[in-house]
């Protein structure tokens, strides 16, 4: 699309291909941060995150065509996310509790899993220019099926997202988007300390 070459043309030639990573690194943290202590306003900047990562990583230097996909994913469920919270509180509806996953969320996840990435590689494999569509693909699905978990917050989501994360790293590091990397990083850490908050919170629910 011509408005789509003509801001790539323009991010470039001001060179905020970085700042504009940075910017994307800071919104995600303070995300991730918020997610931790479960508060609802992890989706505005989650939402100002994946609105800045689905440009990036359709970069034609990046040709993350999955993970922009998985950004513009995350940016639909945020915004469903959002909505529900908000809704509940304004109609005096009680917040969707923490809880662990059962058996049969546990196969809708392992279907979303598989389905997604068969369908992200045939994709990527079949009418993108992509030079890693198994790695691409491997890193969406899981994010996809740990983003299905948060929404009805369950507990193993972290776990989910960590699968996620350790596949992205090298991935990232490999297209150069080392600030990226750090985030991830810096995620990978905070999945392990929310599984852990959130398995305390149930747990505390049943004594």
């Not at 918020?34 to 989706?43: D, Q, T």
């Not at 639909?76 to 662990?100: E, H, R």
């Given at each position: 699309?011509?408005?789509?070459?003509?801001?790539?043309?323009?991010?470039?030639?001001?060179?905020?291909?970085?700042?504009?990573?940075?910017?994307?690194?800071?919104f995600s943290i303070i995300?991730?941060?918020?997610?931790?202590?479960?508060?609802?306003?992890?989706?505005?900047?989650?939402?100002?995150?994946?609105?800045?990562?689905?440009?990036?990583?359709?970069?034609?230097?990046?040709?993350?065509?999955?993970?922009?996909?998985?950004?513009?994913?995350?940016?639909?469920?945020?915004?469903?996310?959002?909505?529900?919270?908000?809704?509940?509180?304004?109609?005096?509806?009680?917040?969707?509790?923490?809880?662990?996953?059962?058996?049969?969320?546990?196969?809708?996840?392992?279907?979303?899993?598989?389905?997604?990435?068969?369908?992200?590689?045939?994709?990527?494999?079949?009418?993108?220019?992509?030079?890693?569509?198994?790695?691409?693909?491997?890193?969406?699905?899981?994010?996809?099926?740990?983003?299905?978990?948060?929404?009805?917050?369950?507990?193993?989501?972290?776990?989910?997202?960590?699968?996620?994360?350790?596949?992205?790293?090298?991935?990232?590091?490999?297209?150069?988007?080392?600030?990226?990397?750090?985030?991830?990083?810096?995620?990978?850490?905070?999945?392990?300390?929310?599984?852990?908050?959130?398995?305390?919170?149930?747990?505390?629910?049943?004594?």
């Amino acid at each position: 699309m011509e408005w789509y070459a003509d801001f790539l043309s323009w991010l470039s030639y001001w060179d905020l291909w970085k700042l504009l990573e940075v910017a994307g690194v800071v919104f995600s943290i303070i995300s991730v941060v918020l997610a931790y202590y479960n508060k609802v306003s992890l989706y505005f900047f989650g939402i100002l995150s994946t609105f800045i990562y689905i440009f990036l990583y359709a970069h034609p230097s990046n040709k993350l065509y999955a993970e922009a996909g998985l950004s513009l994913y995350y940016f639909v469920m945020s915004i469903i996310g959002w909505v529900t919270w908000v809704g509940n509180k304004k109609n005096n509806k009680p917040s969707l509790p923490i809880t662990f996953t059962t058996s049969k969320e546990w196969w809708i996840t392992l279907l979303i899993t598989l389905s997604s990435f068969i369908f992200i590689y045939f994709v990527l494999f079949t009418f993108t220019d992509s030079n890693v569509p198994i790695w691409d693909a491997s890193v969406a699905c899981f994010a996809w099926a740990g983003m299905w978990l948060l929404t009805k917050r369950k507990v193993e989501y972290w776990l989910v997202l960590n699968i996620s994360n350790l596949i992205a790293i090298p991935l990232l590091a490999y297209k150069g988007l080392y600030p990226t990397v750090v985030l991830t990083l810096f995620q990978f850490t905070i999945a392990f300390m929310g599984y852990f908050k959130w398995k305390k919170a149930v747990t505390a629910t049943k004594q």
